[in-house]
Each structure stands twice: as C-alpha cells, then as structure tokens.
C-alpha cells in the first residue's frame, strides 16, 4: 500500500478510481480550508488540487511526507513551485484538459457579444422587439490577436479558422511555430496596429500581472474587443474602465477578474466593478471557461497518466 492522497478539488471518478488501483488511500475533502490544512497536510503523500487551497511556503512547511501535487487545471500560482522543488515535491498541472472546453467558451462570449444575443435576449423577454437596434457584426474576415499560445491559444484558434479569420499569434516563449492558418509574430507590433480583438490566453506571473495595463489600450491603433478567459490579474481594471468609457474598448468578454469572487472584492474595486457590469457592451461569466463536464473527465484523466508515469 502506498501512502496517502488528500483530493482537495472536485475530481472525475477516473482519477480516484485510478489512484486507489495504484495503492493509494484517499482522504476526499472538497471542502478544505485553508485554516485546517497545516494540520492535516503532513499526512499525505500526495494531494490533488483546484483553487481551494493556496499551498504556498507557510503552508508547504507543514507537508513532511509529501511527494507529488497535482493541479485540477492550469493555473500554477497557487503553488510555492520553488519551495515545492526545494523540498523535492513534484507538480503537475493538466493545461490540456480543459483547453477545448476554454476555446468554446472564448467563441461563445465573443459571438454573443457581437451579435447582441445576451442583450436582445433579454429584451424580448421584457416584449421588446428590436431589430435594427441589434444589428451585428461578424467574424468573417476579421482579425483576432492571441496572445499566449500554450494550450487553450491553439485550442481557440482552431475554432475561428472556421470562420476564416485572419490569426495573429504572440508568445514570447513560443516564436516560430508551423501551423496552418495562423501567423506566428515575433513581437506585439501587428497586434497593435492590426488587431479588431485581442484575446489573452497568459498564465499569471510577475511577468504577465497587468499585462493588459493603459500603455497596452493606447498602443492599439484601432478600437477593438478584449477577451479573456486566463487569469483576472493579466487585466488592469483600471485601463479596462478606461478603454470602455473612452470607446476606445467596443466590448469586453471576461470569464476572470482582478478580484473573484465578488463577495471578496475590496471596495475600491466593487465600485468599479459595479459600473463595468452595467454596460451592454460587456459579458462577464464567473470563471467558467474550463468548468464543463467533459473538461473535468479530461483533466482528471490527463492527471492519472502524469502520475502513472512518475509512479513506479
């Protein structure tokens, strides 16, 4: 019998089913909290995370026996990564099991936006029927810039070459890749002057807090639509209020946010906040990009085989 494994994050039975083929005993706890966890982590081997848990150095310290941390999805700033390698914890995260489900969500946002299906949805709810008030735009021949371009980047653009858009792609780590119908940029320059839509597809680091910031909204030469389904800090609220109000952003479709959820929003933030919700020209969704039934079979899956294969 190996030792012992904390599921701290909702998981697909696949993943549980495997463990428990591997030897390992589980100790299922969706519900964890961040208080209780110092005295309950240094009794696990493994432990398989969401985003309940912040294991960070504090947290780590307490994890004596602990070999391995697999990550439900992609976001690895929840974890100390340097401490986790200091102590000889291996990570594993699962990027490539909900990238698809992430590439339609993006899809979906974007089109409901343009065509006014949210709004005019709700309109004729209330027995409005608007026609010319909701004339929209299409995708067609349009161009899109993403930037990042690891998992769920490809995964979108392989939906909106359906719709025979011109694809510009940035990702300082990934400069030259072949694909078809995609254009690989070696820098932001013809996203800047060319892109209608700018879709962020970044993991959060030092690097990438802010990315989008009010330098970034005033080197775009055109107006255009931002899109982001990867982490709420990539976007600085401040410059995307600003690029609203100027009109200088046509809308925004936004699954994350700087602050999430809205219960834990400081004030500042819940006021401006509170204006963005408001406008038409905005979709928001509580981070649910990744969050489908499927998704949550893959990445379990995608995990078992990481595991399998570190696991001897």
């Not at 291996?90 to 993006?106: D, K, Q």
């Not at 409901?112 to 209330?126: A, F, G, P």
Request: include cysteine; hydrophobic fraction near 40%; aromatic fraction near 8%.
């Amino acid at each position: 019998m190996k030792g012992r494994v904390l599921v701290a994050a909702p998981v697909h039975s696949v993943l549980t089913n495997g463990l428990r083929k591997m030897g390992f005993s589980l100790a299922i706890n969706e519900k964890i909290s961040q208080a209780e966890a110092p005295g309950l982590i240094g009794d696990f081997e493994g432990i398989v995370t969401s985003t309940r848990l912040v294991l960070d150095a504090q947290l780590l310290q307490h994890a004596s026996k602990l070999k391995w941390i697999a990550r439900m999805g992609s976001g690895m700033e929840i974890i100390d990564l340097d401490f986790a390698r200091a102590k000889g914890i291996t990570c594993f995260s699962s990027p490539e099991g909900n990238a698809n489900a992430v590439g339609e969500h993006a899809v979906g946002m974007l089109l409901s936006l343009i065509r006014n299906i949210n709004t005019s949805n709700l309109e004729v709810k209330d027995d409005n029927w608007l026609r010319e008030e909701n004339r929209g735009i299409e995708l067609e021949g349009r161009t899109i810039g993403l930037i990042g371009y690891g998992h769920t980047g490809p995964a979108l653009a392989k939906k909106l070459r359906g719709f025979d858009m011109n694809i510009l792609v940035y990702d300082k780590y990934k400069p030259n890749f072949p694909e078809d119908g995609v254009t690989a940029l070696s820098d932001l320059n013809r996203i800047f002057d060319e892109a209608e839509i700018v879709s962020f597809h970044l993991p959060l680091t030092a690097e990438t807090h802010h990315y989008f910031n009010e330098d970034f909204l005033y080197k775009m030469r055109r107006p255009f639509i931002l899109v982001n389904t990867s982490r709420g800090t990539v976007i600085e609220t401040t410059a995307l209020a600003e690029g609203l109000q100027t009109g200088k952003i046509l809308g925004a479709c936004l699954d994350v946010l700087e602050y999430e959820p809205i219960a834990k929003m400081p004030g500042e933030y819940k006021q401006l906040f509170d204006e963005i919700k408001q406008l038409d020209n905005v979709i928001i969704t509580p981070h649910i990009a990744g969050y489908t039934h499927e998704a949550l079979h893959k990445m379990s899956e995608v995990l078992l085989k990481k595991l399998q294969g570190f696991i001897v």
